[in-house]
């Protein structure tokens, strides 16, 4: 499935779903999920569905569909939809509870966690909450970029993440994480190491049990520090590979911002498929690839994205098989796929009917 934004000749912008059934060349229309006026920040941009009918659009508002597309119903949501994750017919959503007007972007927000065994008819909060779980700069259209949330590796183990520095006695230099293998019965507290005061951060886990995050600075200019951090045991120890060897002084991060590829453009997701081999997109940045666990990234051959155009979705099915979103810079929007684990790749222009 996809989404598609449009513009009707009364000037009106529309998110219309859609789906293919040939890798991505052919696209066909089901229904309108949302419109609004143009020019304003959208009420939902992320997709996701079960291995039913039932499909999410959200972030920050819901829209719900059980008859695999064809209908969207907006669901009202007391808090700000971070997250909606399915795992076989369980579906679990992510929301923070900003107060009441407080002010976008500042202060932290609690978050609650739902879960769904009816491909979401019905909600019924977690067993229990990830104790202190808290995210910052979570207000509607003011979300970090390349923030995960909640990250599902099965029907019964989940992590959650906060936003660096926002969790209860956290630092600017690691972020909270908390962790699941029960459904959300009982939940364990740790952090994931930065190394360095960010913004954001991005979580994968692989198939061999080993997470891999990537922290983020505030960006500018097409530039933006990051690290790579790699936990092989479920987020209690981490080995951090910054862009700086040493302190972050201003002519080390001049030095590395005009030198390494992992520092052009921004964070925007990654998708591991073991401890060294993760691959990362981002506005204004081609897809990268590191595998040697986040000592060395490099861009991938042939270029996908780059300065003024980017990447947007990576998603690996397995070690081999994988998929790519992001911008031909001649013509528009484009897939790329790879099935020997992004040795080589094809390209594939999708068409709307």
């Known amino acids: 499935y996809g ?7 009364d000037g009106v912008c529309e998110t219309v779903a859609a789906k293919t059934t ?11 999920v949302d419109s609004q006026s143009c020019g304003v920040s959208e009420n939902a941009s992320m997709l996701s569905f079960d291995n039913h009918s039932d499909g999410f659009v959200y972030g920050p508002k819901l829209f719900v569909t059980h008859d695999g597309g064809v209908t969207w119903t907006p669901r009202a949501q007391p808090g700000t939809v971070l997250s909606v994750e399915a795992s076989g017919d369980s579906v679990w959503m992510l929301e923070a509870d900003c107060p009441v007007g407080a002010n976008p972007g500042v202060g932290v927000c609690p978050f ?11 909600w019924k909060p977690s067993p229990t909450e990830p104790p202190g779980a ?5 207000e509607p259209f003011v979300s970090p970029q390349g923030q995960s949330w909640l990250l599902r590796v ?3 183990s989940a992590y959650v993440v906060s936003t660096p520095g926002s969790s209860p006695g956290g630092s600017p230099a690691s972020a909270g994480l908390w962790f699941t293998a029960d459904s959300g019965s009982t939940w364990t507290t740790e952090a994931i190491s930065c190394g360095f005061p960010a913004l954001s951060v991005s979580l994968s886990a692989a198939s061999d049990k080993s997470v891999t995050a990537v922290c983020a600075s505030p960006g500018g200019a097409g530039l933006q520090v990051k690290s790579t951090s790699v936990s092989q045991d479920s987020g209690r120890t981490w080995v951090t590979h910054n862009v700086c060897p040493g302190p972050f002084t201003s002519q080390c991060i001049n030095s590395v911002l005009a030198s390494n590829p992992l520092a052009l453009g921004y964070l925007g997701s990654i998708d591991s498929i073991s401890a060294t081999t993760t691959f990362l997109v981002g506005d204004r940045s081609q897809l990268l690839v590191t595998r040697d ?20 979705q990576v998603i690996f099915f397995d070690s081999h098989d994988g998929i790519v979103l992001g911008t031909d810079s001649n013509i528009g929007p484009a897939l790329w796929t790879t099935t020997d684990g992004g040795a080589t790749w094809s390209e594939i222009v999708p068409t709307i009917s």
């Not at 666990?293 to 947007?312: E, S």
């Open 293 to 312: 666990g986040g000592k060395i990234w490099q861009g991938v051959n042939p270029r996908i994205g780059g300065t003024g155009a980017g990447t947007d």
């Open 3 to 9: 989404l598609f934004d449009r513009q009707s000749p």
């Open 22 to 32: 040939d890798g991505g060349a052919h696209f066909t229309r089901l229904g309108m």
């Open 134 to 138: 808290v995210g910052s700069g979570v």
């Open 112 to 122: 609650r966690l739902l879960e769904s065994s009816d491909g979401g008819h019905s």
């Open 154 to 156: 099965s029907a019964s």
